[in-house]
């Protein structure tokens, strides 16, 4: 029996295609939600037409935003479903039983955890990124470590050297190549239904900002206000607020500085496919977020990426600055040198998700 455990905006997404695939085969499986987000994973489960949860962890009624409601999440979780069986949560059959998590955002750990407290092979999806620096981002580059040392099978992207990784590491478990991130399928459906999405006539930069590290940092929060106050005065910014993202601003007396300027456009957070044409059609990202990263080479679309360290490979479209502010002006004057040509259309017959699927079925 397959059994899928997500939490995250970013780990649903991604886990969506393969998802799909099964319901395409017919394929049963067991799908869990750790609850880390709580409203938005309903309204991607609708968007991508995925069943509903077979079971929904302990949480809270709004997204988990800090250090307090994480560990609260994670203990009572453990406790029940891990340790005491107070909730049996996972479907097991005669077959080989599994647990597939995602990532490196912490419902992968819990899912580990769990996993392992009820003897099921762990399947690790887009394993074996680095970003070589223990701290940034943290916890994510800690936590992706911990779950790759410790899963039976590893899927893992050559595209981003995480396969390479691996096989570096030696990992104990089995290590499988799927060429691209699954992130690749989901930009593919999302682009199939661009249609009827309409996005701003003139030109706009398109903003995504929730990284811990970045949110809990006044410095780099007010930064990058600097940074769009600078940019808005030749172009509309559209700016979607995490939920975290808004909820840090407000506590740093910082939102306002963004709701005052008029070609600052804050907005609730876009549907995964609104958010894909809004990418394609802006003239660029400025973003500190490995999926934005990674949507935006994809689409061809220029990618400011605040950040010191990233896990993924730094393509031809993207602009590793930082928060060095020669960088950042540099790249918002050229910044169509990083404009490059999209590859969907050459790879539309090739789905990372149905090669996991394929290897899924013979474990």
């Not at 938005?40 to 250090?67: A, H, M, R, W």
């Not at 030749?234 to 740093?252: A, G, Y």
């Not at 007396?253 to 600052?264: A, C, P, Q, R, S």
């Amino acid at each position: 029996m397959i059994n899928v455990l997500v939490g995250t905006k970013g780990q649903l997404i991604k886990m969506a295609p393969i998802m799909k695939e099964m319901d395409r085969r017919g394929i049963e499986y067991n799908f869990i939600n750790a609850n880390q987000h709580t409203k938005i994973l309903d309204e991607i489960s609708k968007l991508f037409e995925l069943k509903k949860p077979d079971f929904v962890l302990e949480g809270f009624e709004k997204d988990i935003t800090n250090v307090r409601e994480m560990l609260w999440w994670g203990s009572k979780n453990v406790w029940e479903c891990g340790l005491s069986k107070k909730h049996k949560i996972f479907l097991k059959d005669k077959n080989t039983n599994i647990l597939l998590v995602h990532g490196d955002a912490p419902p992968a750990l819990l899912g580990l955890v769990l996993g392992k407290l009820n003897k099921l092979k762990i399947a690790h999806i887009e394993a074996g990124l680095r970003s070589r620096n223990i701290f940034q981002p943290f916890p994510e580059e800690l936590i992706r470590i911990i779950v790759d040392k410790n899963s039976d099978y590893l899927f893992s992207d050559g595209v981003n050297n995480g396969y390479q990784n691996l096989l570096k590491e030696k990992v104990k478990g089995k290590i499988y190549d799927t060429s691209l991130n699954t992130i690749f399928d989901a930009v593919k459906i999302a682009t199939s239904s661009m249609k009827s999405i309409p996005t701003p006539k003139e030109e706009y930069v398109l903003v995504s900002i929730h990284r811990f590290e970045t949110i809990s940092s006044k410095k780099r929060m007010k930064s990058i206000i600097n940074i769009l106050k600078e940019i808005s005065k030749n172009r509309l910014v559209i700016f979607p607020l995490h939920e975290s993202t808004r909820e840090k601003l407000k506590s740093f007396g910082l939102l306002n500085l963004l709701e005052k300027n008029t070609n600052i456009q804050i907005m609730q957070l876009l549907d995964y496919f609104s958010f894909v044409t809004f990418m394609k059609n802006s003239i660029y990202i400025i973003t500190d977020g490995g999926g934005p990263q990674e949507e935006s080479y994809y689409l061809g679309t220029p990618c400011l990426l605040l950040r010191e360290y990233t896990e993924r490979t730094i393509h031809p479209n993207t602009c590793l600055a930082g928060f060095d502010e020669n960088k950042i002006r540099l790249f918002i004057k050229n910044y169509e040198n990083y404009r490059i040509n999209t590859f969907l259309k050459e790879f539309k017959d090739y789905s990372p998700s149905e090669k996991i699927v394929d290897i899924l079925l013979h474990l």
